[in-house]
């Protein structure tokens, strides 16, 4: 017999959509007012569902702001997910750098949450800070494809380093204290241009005009 309706999967479904609403408007709420202005009872109030969907989901404040740093991470996927298909890894170096770019320019809000002011305070697990690392996970295969025989010790060193330059640079731009866009891109490029050389890692500059 076909069953035309599961109703544990619509459920399931449903809780899964009221928790990305909830994380979405958290968010959203962090950016606009700051970190303050999370109250539970307020964000159920944006969601419209009462503060025990809220603690049902997360177990409280904690849990959900736990739940919103993982969420910040994965979001650096969405800008991703035909970058991975490239099979030049100099430009696969390119596009996931800038695609990091672009994801904190267009959610300044997650971003906050994962380095900002709206991180302040927040403690993540282990296992939270081991997911948000994963995340680099591509970066690291591209690097070790451009210079055959690095090992997994260097590329994690190489990644920490382009990590910091691109993450000061990007911060600096969100505040509007870098000299505006064309100087933000300038600065962008020549830093992790600069640091893949350093390290004798291959690339060619004249993919930057493309």
Not at 59 to 86: R, T
Not at 155 to 177: C, K, N, P, T
Not at 182 to 207: C, I, K, W, Y
């Amino acid at each position: 017999m076909t069953v035309d309706f599961d109703a544990r999967q619509s459920r399931a479904e449903l809780r899964e959509d009221l928790r990305a609403a909830l994380l979405a408007a958290a968010a959203r709420l962090i950016s606009e007012e700051g970190l303050g202005a999370l109250a539970l009872r307020r964000l159920a109030e944006r969601v419209n569902v009462s503060t025990k969907a809220v603690y049902t989901l997360f177990g409280g404040k904690e849990g959900l702001m736990e739940a919103l740093y993982v969420h910040a991470f994965d979001g650096i996927a969405s800008f991703e997910p035909e970058i991975l298909n490239i099979a030049s890894p100099q430009r696969r170096i390119l596009e996931l750098l800038r695609s990091y770019r672009r994801y904190a320019l267009a959610r300044p809000d997650l971003y906050a949450v994962m380095f900002g002011d709206a991180a302040m305070g927040l403690s993540p697990s282990a296992e939270s800070r081991r997911h948000a690392w994963n995340t680099t996970r591509p970066m690291r295969q591209a690097l070790r494809e451009c210079r055959p025989g690095m090992t997994a010790e260097e590329a994690d060193f190489i990644m920490r380093a382009l990590w910091s330059a691109v993450h000061g640079i990007v911060s600096l731009e969100l505040r509007q204290l870098i000299g505006g866009h064309d100087m933000a891109t300038r600065l962008f490029d020549e830093s992790f241009t600069g640091l893949l050389r350093h390290f004798g890692v291959p690339f060619d500059r004249e993919l930057l005009k493309e």
